[in-house]
């Protein structure tokens, strides 16, 4: 496996808490010695959004000293899905995906400022869409990655992240491309670039199975795309999480004590298999998003979740690795 440190999705997992208490909550994550990228939505990333104004690096200040990002664009697609169902960079609307194109071109600015600051890529990847949901259209996606290819001189990668696709009877959580179309386009550009981000609670969602994410992964590491791997749960049924097959980044199971988050179907033997179905295919970069409960846990309580978590990720990986030797 790569041997850079792990990304997190602390937005996630301090959701909730007090905006005055963010800069403190992030300060605190420089004692999780395992992670040195963060994953966060692209209006923060680009200073959009009250309290996360850039630095001298071109990155948020709340962003710790030195570390990465890996840029998720999904708030901000599900956000404008809700004002415009044209939206996407899959879309068939002309506007909704000039619209798309534009937002992922912020991010690929971002990730041109921050290198020419830093003499180095601070943005290990760009995560991106293939929405609308229901409608999504391979051919424009397809062209929709290539203007964003033909316009991008820093090399970033453009990393697919898979949401679950339709399925008859249910109403979809995101339902956008299906992970063959989306390898389709990615094969047809041919582009070292371009690749597939595995959110596993994402995949559980789409197959109402632990078993999804493996088969994604496999699918993706066999066709040497696998970009990302971010480990995020799911639950079929109402528990302290919320929702039944929800997409709500809930934690594996044990995070945080034992019985915690029981009803995740996520938990250090699933990591463990879904590490090995990558095979020799590493992925670029992986790590955790995960929530950690009610408004009122506590910041220390959040990070006490994501270290047990945090252990639970690196146990599995050397188990899987191990096992492959």
Known sequence: MTGAGL???????????????LPDAYRALDALSDVDALEIPLENAVGATPGWEAGTDGLPT?????????????????????????????????????AAVEDVRRALTLAQRAADLAGRQRIRAIEINSAPTGTASVGEFERSLTQLLESDPTGTTLAVEHCDAPRPGRRPEKGFLELHAELTVIDALADPRLGVTVNWGRSAIEGRSAETPEEHVRMAAERG???????SGATPAPGTSGVGWQDGH?????????????????????????????????????????????????????LEVARDAIAMLLDAERQAAGAAQ
């Not at 795309?225 to 480990?231: D, N």
């Not at 004590?257 to 179905?277: C, I, Q, V």
């Open 7 to 21: 990304v997190l999705g602390a937005y996630a997992l301090f959701a909730g808490r007090e905006p005055d208490e």
């Open 62 to 98: 709340l962003v710790p000293e030195g570390w990465d990002l890996v840029i998720t664009c999904i708030p901000t697609v599900v956000g404008r899905l809700s004002a415009d169902a044209n939206y996407g960079l899959a879309s068939t609307d002309a506007d909704g995906r000039a």
């Open 225 to 231: 795309r696998l970009a990302g791997l971010i480990f």
């Open 250 to 302: 809930i934690a594996p199971r044990g995070a945080g004590g034992d019985g915690a988050w029981s009803e995740s179907l996520l938990g250090p033997e699933e990591m463990r298999r879904t590490f090995a179905a990558a095979g020799s295919s590493a992925p670029s970069y992986r790590g955790l998003k995960v929530t950690a409960g009610p408004p009122s846990r506590t910041v220390a309580e959040r």
